[in-house]
């Protein structure tokens, strides 16, 4: 997808025009659906608490779950208890709770009924995460995420490039952006702020996403990146994408060899076997907190346990302003909040 998608050469742009017919075709669906659902010709489910919605708007990683979890642990400051809907089976729900001790984290494919649970579990307020996914839930305010890699990338919608709807439509229902950057450089993310300021009703701020910690697969005991440093490591990843995890991991200073697999729901025995052999060879391996949802619970005692890589935001601009946003968005669903 990224040759198809950011490649100049001459085959990546023919099959790109190639492709076009069916980007047109996916747009008109598209925007059928959202018609759809804006004229009650499909049902919209209200959801019992007010809610917030963060999704991204292309497809890939865009840095949505580090934007999400910033979102829970800024409103348990504020002393709000969230409740977060998220797709994704037990593992993960284990996972991100113990990640977000303040949050009430549920899954589930009826949100109506993981909402009513988060609100018997003393949740005032949702956050419902991939919410651009689900045109068919209500949420009462929305922050969409982009990633600043996308301007290497064209801008049409699926499969010709990676926009899940035009750009007007999928950023007139947000109330904030957050624009995120891996590899991309800080003059590229600024200048997508500057480019997008005038057609967003909310605020537009730009973020890092960096490799702050490590964290133990099985002890759960917490490191420094710079632990890394100088040592031998195996940046291991099932990810669609992982150049920019990985290149998270190479900025931590370490000699790194990269493993990658298939894409998949679960982990083969013969990925977890190698894993294996690569923690007793090298001096770290380091996997994504997705891949740790996929290997917990399956690693060996007398191995030496992955690094699971801690992603978090450092705010580069307009890092106030999304906060601000996000307590009148609070403040708005939930008066009563001093």
Do not use: C
């Not at 008109?28 to 919605?53: C, D, E």
């Not at 609100?119 to 956050?127: K, P």
């Amino acid at each position: 997808m990224r040759w198809l998608w950011t490649s100049r050469r001459a085959d990546a742009r023919f099959v790109r025009l190639a492709l076009l017919p069916a980007s047109g075709l996916w747009r008109v669906a598209m925007a059928a659906r959202r018609g759809a659902y804006q004229r009650g010709w499909l049902t919209t489910v209200r959801l019992p608490l007010p809610t917030i919605g963060i999704g991204n708007l292309t497809v890939g990683g865009s840095g949505r779950a580090a934007v999400t979890a910033w979102a829970a642990r800024h409103l348990a400051t504020r002393g709000v208890r969230a409740g977060l809907l998220i797709h994704g089976g037990p593992a993960l729900v284990d996972a991100l709770a113990a990640a977000l001790p303040d949050t009430v984290v549920l899954a589930g494919d009826d949100p109506a009924a993981a909402a009513r649970r988060a609100a018997a579990a003393g949740a005032t307020i949702l956050l419902l995460d991939d919410a651009f996914r689900r045109p068919g839930v209500a949420f009462d305010a929305a922050i969409a995420v982009l990633s600043a890699e996308t301007t290497r990338a064209v801008p049409w919608a699926l499969p010709a490039g990676p926009w899940r709807e035009g750009r007007t439509a999928s950023l007139a229902v947000a109330d904030a952006v957050v624009i995120t950057r891996r590899r991309a450089s800080a003059e590229a993310a600024e200048s997508l702020a500057v480019e997008l300021g005038g057609t967003v009703r909310g605020p537009v701020a730009v973020a890092r996403l960096g490799l702050i910690q490590l964290r133990g697969l099985v002890s759960g005991a917490v490191q420094p990146a710079s632990v890394l440093r100088g040592k031998r490591v195996v940046a291991a990843t099932g990810l669609a994408d992982p150049d920019a995890f990985v290149s998270h991991v190479k900025s931590a200073g370490g000699a790194v060899q990269v493993a990658t697999w298939k894409d998949q729901a679960e982990l083969r025995d013969e990925d977890v076997a190698w894993l294996a052999h690569a923690a007793r060879r090298a001096d770290h391996v380091v996997i994504t907190e997705r891949d740790a949802v996929r290997l917990r619970g399956r690693w060996a005692a007398n191995v030496p346990e992955p690094l699971v890589a801690v992603l978090e935001l450092t705010w580069e601009e307009g890092g106030s302003a999304i906060t601000d946003a996000l307590d009148r968005i609070v403040g708005r669903t939930q008066p009563e909040m001093s």
